[in-house]
């Protein structure tokens, strides 16, 4: 079974800092990545995912498969950035997503 | 579209109380997900639907758990009887397989079993 991990629970930077929140997964084939994101008061929501290859709000996330690791990172973080945010991977080849525990970002002014 | 709609927003019942949490996915939507939130588990998978049908139920706890699909447009998940350990908020979402699987999530129903 697909297992997900986000190391750390909390993280907090500075206004303008570069952030990195960190999502490693066990599944060794290859499953489709998200991330989604939930704003204070809000409901969970997609940032992106790793087929698009886009940036989302400044985010991008890198696939790599050698380190099952999906890392997203934001060079200039804001403070509208505080979130938390879950990484997500599919399960095996069906629509079924793994949610990892979670990483809460706080941006300081 | 006013996107998932989930109701009620909140419950607090007793335990052994019957509870039922509904469901309304978006239009056009053929996948339909229930999730529990808690704090010591975080997001966890019950159950999804695609076309009406149970795919995947590995993730409901116990028998007291049930949920069903009548139709396209409404979705439940029942619990009975209740215990405290079920409290939780609990997520419905919805997706379109050809729309690349992105799941669109309810505000959710924070469920209180006392």
């Known amino acids: 079974a697909q297992r997900v991990t986000q190391p750390e629970k909390l993280l907090s930077v500075f206004k303008g800092a570069p952030v990195e929140l960190k999502c490693n997964y066990s599944y060794s084939g290859s499953p489709e990545l998200f991330w989604y994101v939930q704003y204070s008061r809000q409901r969970l929501q997609l940032l992106l995912r790793h087929i698009s290859r886009e940036s989302i709000k400044g985010f991008t996330a890198d696939l790599n498969k050698g380190e099952t690791s999906f890392h997203l990172k934001k060079p200039f973080a804001q403070e509208e950035d505080s979130a938390m945010y879950y990484c997500a991977p599919t399960q095996g080849g069906s629509e079924k997503l793994v949610f990892g525990k979670g990483t809460k970002l706080t941006v300081n002014p | 579209d006013a996107g998932v709609i989930q109701s009620p927003r909140h419950e607090v019942t007793e335990m052994g109380q019957e509870v039922t949490l509904r469901c309304k996915p978006i239009?056009?939507?053929?996948?339909l997900f229930w999730y529990r939130q808690t704090m010591m588990r975080g997001l966890e998978l019950l159950i999804y639907f695609n076309n009406n049908v149970p795919i995947d139920d590995s993730g409901m706890p116990e028998d007291r758990f049930s949920a069903k699909m009548p139709n396209a447009s409404f979705s439940t998940l029942k619990i009975q009887p209740s215990e405290p350990r079920d409290s939780a908020v609990y997520f419905c979402?919805?997706?379109?397989?050809?729309?690349?699987?992105?799941?669109?999530f309810g505000a959710g129903t924070r469920l209180s079993v006392l």
């Open positions: 239009s056009g939507h053929n996948s």
């Open positions: 979402a919805s997706s379109q397989t050809a729309g690349g699987n992105i799941q669109y």
